[in-house]
């Protein structure tokens, strides 16, 4: 059991599962997985658009979300604009060229979820969030 958890906490297998669905996106418009994830990032997060925000998330590194958020915006798919109130902040917004792009990922995601959750219950998922949920609180209590 705690060695099967282990192997869900890293995460690998559902690194490897997400560079599979999202590798034909990748090709198709040149990107990095970490530009996929930070335009998905930036499609869920409404105000919470700064590079600081994406950084709450943990999944990467200020250097890589610089780099990305540079990529991206040469690529038109995202704007940097300076915040009214505070010049240092900089918020990160989609453009429309992204719309297409942010389309095939979302629907890849929900293919992937859809083969993740294959056999699960609803009530199983709940159960399953709400002991996440706990994890995470847990671990971030601890650091």
Known sequence: MKNKMEILLYGHLYKKMSEKYMLPIREKYDLRQIDIEILYLLHCAGENNTSSDIGKSQLFTKGHISQSANRLEQMKLITIVS??????????????????????????????????????????????????????????DTL
């Open 83 to 140: 915040d009214e109130n505070d010049r240092r902040c900089m918020h990160l917004r989609l453009t429309k060229a992204a719309q297409p792009v942010l389309e095939k990922i979302i629907s890849a995601r929900d293919k992937m979820y859809q083969v993740i959750f294959n056999g699960i219950t609803e009530e199983e998922q709940k159960v399953l969030i709400s002991a996440v949920n706990k994890i995470e609180s847990n671990m971030k």
